[in-house]
């Protein structure tokens, strides 16, 4: 018996088989491959044809520059005065994701929590906002900026982001706050808790996921906004990155390969938020799948 053992303890250990890949489960990656490849290949064309000259641009879109040329970054910041159009972004961005945030959780908090007869009655406006888009009525709403004497201000861009998006904020925030278990509250209010410390100290960080998803594509879509700065807008200062871009696009020529540096500049924040905030936005989006 101890030769036995010995020998199989000296034995060399066979590896271990792989599974081979089922067809379904290849299908599913090869499916993945392309829509990664379909997704990025827009990013990958607009960082190349960003580093060429306009006329590498007309004539070989697709394929790399004779000449690479970086010094287009540093003109098309010099010429369309981006670091003006960015902070303006960054002013209106941040301001409209705050106030979303701040009113959409607490919206949210109130429908799901306490109950009155009006409760459909709102949900269902809100429901409204998500079906009838905001550009419909934009005439009244050049009006309504015009005599409350907002246009061509931030604090009217933000006004009408904060409109826009409130009812999308509400919606996503309000089928969050229903999966929050009501023992926990109860057992807070018997400890002597107030709603306004279950709001903050025990809503608000079970509902991170919600605020997280909430504030990325909300940040994503104003940042990249062009038709209200469009129609709000006048003077060159008060513009933001869309709408400065078009500083390089005149009547009979386009500079191409400026245009293309512009909008690399302007994508860098939003990808930087996105690896920022990745995991709460994977956390919102599957959280109703758990």
């Known amino acids: 018996m101890s030769t036995i053992a010995t020998s199989a303890r000296t034995a ?9 890949i089922r067809p379904t489960r290849m299908l599913g990656y090869t499916v993945l491959i392309v829509c990664a490849v379909v997704q990025l290949a827009p990013v990958v064309l607009m960082l190349v044809n960003s580093l060429k000259n306009d006329l590498d641009v007309l004539n070989n879109p697709v394929g790399l520059p004779s000449t690479w040329e ?14 003006r159009f960015m902070l303006n972004s960054v002013i209106v961005t941040l301001a409209s994701v705050a106030v979303l945030v701040v009113i959409g959780s607490m919206m949210a908090f109130y429908l799901a929590r306490f109950q009155f007869w009006w409760n459909k009655v709102l949900l269902a406006v809100f429901l409204l906002g998500l079906m009838v888009p905001l550009r419909l009525a934009v005439i009244p709403i050049f009006t309504m900026m015009r005599d409350l004497q907002l246009l061509d201000s931030l604090q009217g861009l933000v006004l009408i982001h904060i409109a826009e998006r409130l009812s999308f904020a509400v919606f996503v925030m309000y089928g969050f706050a229903l999966s929050v278990p009501h023992e926990i509250e109860e057992a807070a209010l018997v400890d002597g808790a107030g709603w306004r410390s279950i709001y903050l100290r025990i809503f608000l960080p079970l509902m991170r996921p919600a605020l997280g ?8 879509s104003i940042w990249n906004e062009f038709f209200f700065p469009l129609v709000l807008i006048r003077s060159e200062n008060m513009r933001t990155l869309p709408l400065g871009l078009t500083t390089v696009m005149a ?14 500049i302007s994508a860098i924040p939003v990808i930087v938020l996105f ?6 936005f994977m956390d919102g989006m599957t959280e109703g799948t758990r």
Do not use: D, K
Not at 12 to 20: A, G, L, Q, Y
Not at 251 to 264: K, Q, V
Not at 275 to 280: F, L
């Open 251 to 264: 009547e009979f020529r386009t500079e191409w390969s400026l245009l293309f540096a512009g909008i690399s």
């Open 12 to 20: 060399p250990r066979t590896s271990r088989t792989r599974r081979p």
């Open 70 to 83: 970086f010094s287009n970054y540093t003109e098309i910041w010099q010429r369309a005065n981006f670091s």
């Open 275 to 280: 690896i920022a905030m990745s995991r709460q």
């Open 213 to 220: 998803t909430v504030a990325i594509v909300s940040a994503v």
